[in-house]
């Protein structure tokens, strides 16, 4: 199947006589005939369904859905993006171990790793991720077991070079994170280049309506456990806590990741995400091929009028010729980055707030890529915790407007630009 048929029809094929859309299975728990039937799901001796902090079918479908998209071998759903990152790092990594994380990430994820899980034992490098290869490599402690990056930064729209990062990661036996965000499966692929594992914020385009929070974790199955088996105990050594089961052996490289993250994180954490949710995010994944596109010509339909714009001081979006990731977002976003669009007004910081204040058809929300035109000031908002050198770091001058294009007619967008200029 082709991605747009993977939209609508991946995950959930309905037997005969069986509900056409994804049914919403909104029960904790599950009935069983015997102990034994039971005690068989306990022990990861059969696959089933017994209790929904652990797996629901709802969530699994719709997990499964996102799976393909990706050209994953396994995935799971989890109550939002930031328990998708962490789940991500948190199922390799423990106190005494090392993540290398570009700078240039999502606000909300630096600080998790930042301070939260700092606070666990786990150490952190962040690294620009246009520095040289040689920077890269001397990020590499022997502690290390993960690097992390974002397809398209959430807001400096830095795109990595995924393929080189994964080459050092590989090179160090340890795997690529690719939060995708950003691009979502439509626009670009991670595994493709070589990313282990891909994560998202299913809240931004994919459910796409402002009106479910989640998140989600593909697992592509190619990354080998066992050859940097010494680095990884916790997928190639038996877990006490499951009767003594090697995670790798049992369920192979294609499973192995997944199945630890649930069996272990979920049950110990239940960061599930709702049913309920599962369903509206489906929804949105629905139309998340036709969305993305609109999302994307209204973009560089509005990053054209602010770059033509005097009183514009400045427009980062990678598909403006002359932008410093234009050629990165050619090799992997051919057919468009996102709605996301920085830009400076002229008169710094103060005018930004202004001209925010002066916006009708865009409006001011923390929120970003979905249907609805939103705007926002990161630097006394979603990044206010960061220092002036962490704000750069990661990418985000002090007068940074970030703009969410939606899917509304273009010209209103451009004429609520106008009248606030
Ligand atoms: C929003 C966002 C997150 C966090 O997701 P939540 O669903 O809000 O928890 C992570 N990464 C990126 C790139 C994001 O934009």
Redo the contacts with the bound molecule.
Sequence with gaps: MKRETKCIQAGYTPGNGEPRMIPIIQSTTFKYDTSENMGKLFDLEESGYFYSRLQNPTCDYVAAKICALEGGSAAMLTA????A?FFSVFNICGAGDHVIASSA??G??YNLFNVTMRRMGIDFTFIDPDCSDDELEAAFKPNTKALFG?TIA?PALKVLDIERFAKAAHAHGVPLII?N??ATPINCRPIEWGADIVIH????YMDGHDAA???CIVDSGKFDWFASADKFPGLTTPDDSYHGITYAEKFGLGGAYITKATAQLMRDLGSVQSPVNAYLLNLGLESLHVRMQRHCENAEKVAEFLENDDRVEWVNYPRLKGNRYYDLAQKYLPDGVCGVISFGVKGGRRAAEKFMSKLKVAMIATH??DAHTCVLHPASSTHRQMSDSELEAAGVSPDLIRLSVGIENVDDIIDDLKNAL
């Excluded at 939002?80 to 328990?83: I, K, T």
């Excluded at 914020?201 to 931004?204: M, P």
Aim: proline residues 0%.
């Design positions: 939002s993006g930031q328990a990152s990430i999502y909300g994820t974002e959430n939060d965000t950003f914020s299913t809240t931004k929070v989640g998140g970003v890529a």
